[in-house]
């Protein structure tokens, strides 16, 4: 037992900058591709929220329902493969295209495949929010992409928020699968020391805590920033709350 | 005068329920209409047919003479014009009191910070929630909910005020409040239709009374000729539940 711990030690402590360079290229990918991908999100799953209405015309009404084919396809390939398939299959069939390294189809993979699990999020986030908020909106003359973007959306994002930081936490875990293209991530480091020094638990052991400390600062910050969204922007005086008298 | 609304065969159904039928109606200019009637009897979907929240299946509504159901017509623009204050008050739940005032001026009307920032202080003062603009309508009462409501929709500077039971959601100590404040701006004249359960003030405030009953208007008159000298049976019958209450 203490040798195993010694081993682990000695792992650290040689390889470390190893280490420390994988754990940097997973929070550059898992955050950009989670940021990324709440914006595929935003826009996707607002589009699927928009409903056909009575006074749309045959136009509108066919351009609402072959978006909503679209992205539902966009939404079940993406959610319904792996996605070390997925990371595999773009890298090289883009490739020739944008000749890209494989951090930057790292990116591009996590976020695409985000997007499509923060497209659902945010159109439950947005059927979570009052009807009566658009009709309100609706009622002094706001647009429906007005309602949307003033009204609707920073409702929805704020109700979903703990879901949306959640894939945050689940990229820091799955940009793992990234080293299937060579991405030099935190796992793609880890198996280069192991398999150097065939020492796979201890480096493993290691591995395992970094990732862990990642997640849980990562859901300890989220939980601050939750928390502090629940909270009014100001408060007044408690003597004001008693009801004022109208002036007429 | 010429009537601010008209409307004239008015239908809606939602799906096999006929909810509105053949309705005929006009608003004239500085009326206060009370819309009385039992639950289900299509109060709110007239009401909401009139700033096209619902839209009708046939039948015209005549705004300042022009069809507003035909044609090319920019509803939100008409929108703003007829004001909506909604049972459960509806406040953008994230906007404090001042922003819920002004986004409609500043993104709809197009109005400067400044200028829907001093129209926005001018109604919260008259409806008296001057001193909240900074909190959120979690922190409000319905009350006090209702009374920004109020305020968010005179800021647009409505021709027409709709009402559906704006108090049917408050506890009895805060209906007195926004009362006051719909009565005060009956008495400035402002053009309202009203959908309410409160008696009184349909008989004291309004000066015309419409009866729905199964999606049509059973009888209209002036308060006197409804509350004191009813024609339509149904109409004494649903009065009659009122004045035992
Ligand atoms: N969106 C809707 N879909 C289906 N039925 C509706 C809808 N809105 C109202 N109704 C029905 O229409 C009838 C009239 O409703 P409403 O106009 O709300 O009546 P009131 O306001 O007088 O109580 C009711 O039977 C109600 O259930
Ligand atoms: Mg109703």
Known sequence: ?248 | MENIIEIRGLKKHFGQLEVLNDIRFSVAPGEVICLIGASGSGKSTLLRCVNLLETPDAGEILVHGQNILQGRMDVNRYRTKVGMVFQSFNLFGNMDVLRNCMVGQTHVLKRSKEEARQKALFFLEKVGMRDFLGASPAQLSGGQKQRVAIARALCMDPEVLLFDEPTSALDPEMVGGVLEVMKGLAREGLTMIVVTHEMGFARDVSTRVVFMDKGVIAEEGTPQDIFQNPQNPRTREFLSRYIQA
């Open chain 1, 1 to 248: 037992m203490a040798e195993f711990f010694t081993k682990v030690l000695d792992i650290a402590q040689r390889y470390w900058p190893l280490f420390w360079a994988g754990a940097k290229v997973t929070l550059l990918i898992s955050l950009t591709g989670t940021v990324i991908g709440l914006v595929i999100g935003l826009l996707v799953g607002s589009v699927r929220a928009v409903k056909v209405e009575p006074r749309d015309s045959l136009g509108v009404r066919i351009g609402k329902h072959l978006v909503h084919a679209l992205t539902s396809i966009y939404i079940e390939v993406f959610r319904g493969t792996p996605m070390i398939v997925q990371s595999v299959f773009l890298y090289y069939l883009l490739k020739p295209v944008f000749k890209w390294n494989p951090v930057t189809a790292g990116i591009f993979i996590v976020s695409v495949n985000t997007g499509a699990y923060m497209a659902e999020i945010i159109r439950a986030g947005i059927q979570s929010v009052d009807p009566g908020q658009t009709e309100a909106a609706r009622s002094i003359g706001m647009t429906s992409m007005q309602t949307m973007l003033l009204v609707v959306l920073p409702q929805a994002v704020k109700n979903s928020f703990p879901a949306i930081g959640n894939e945050f936490v689940v990229n820091i875990k799955d940009t793992s699968v990234l080293s299937a293209i060579s991405v030099t991530d935190l796992y793609f480091q880890s198996i280069g020391v192991a398999g150097s020094i065939f020492a796979y638990t201890q480096t493993m052991a290691i591995t395992a805590s970094i990732y862990l400390v990642l997640t849980f600062t990562t859901t300890r910050i989220l939980g601050l920033i939750e928390k502090q969204m629940g909270r009014p922007k100001s408060s007044f005086p408690a003597s004001q709350t008693v009801p004022g008298n109208p002036t007429f």
